[in-house]
């Protein structure tokens, strides 16, 4: 799984580099998996939080 070297990305992205849907992602940030932020009205998530959240959900398959 590669995750482009940015800092932040949209729910859009998030939900491509995991190959869920939008609704999962944001389901994940309602339950504290992924750290989001709003910037003027757009949800913004940092590249950390998907390299956390990847840990997470996928034993074994962390990005170094």
Not at 23 to 44: D, F, M, Q
């Amino acid at each position: 799984m590669n995750i482009p070297n940015k800092p932040t990305f949209t729910i859009f992205e998030v939900k491509n580099i995991f190959q869920v849907a939008d609704k999962t992602v944001r389901n994940w940030i309602k339950e504290g998996r992924l750290e989001a932020s709003k910037v003027g009205g757009c949800v913004r998530i940092k590249r950390e939080s998907i390299l956390k959240c990847m840990i997470k959900i996928i034993p074994g398959r962390g990005v170094g």
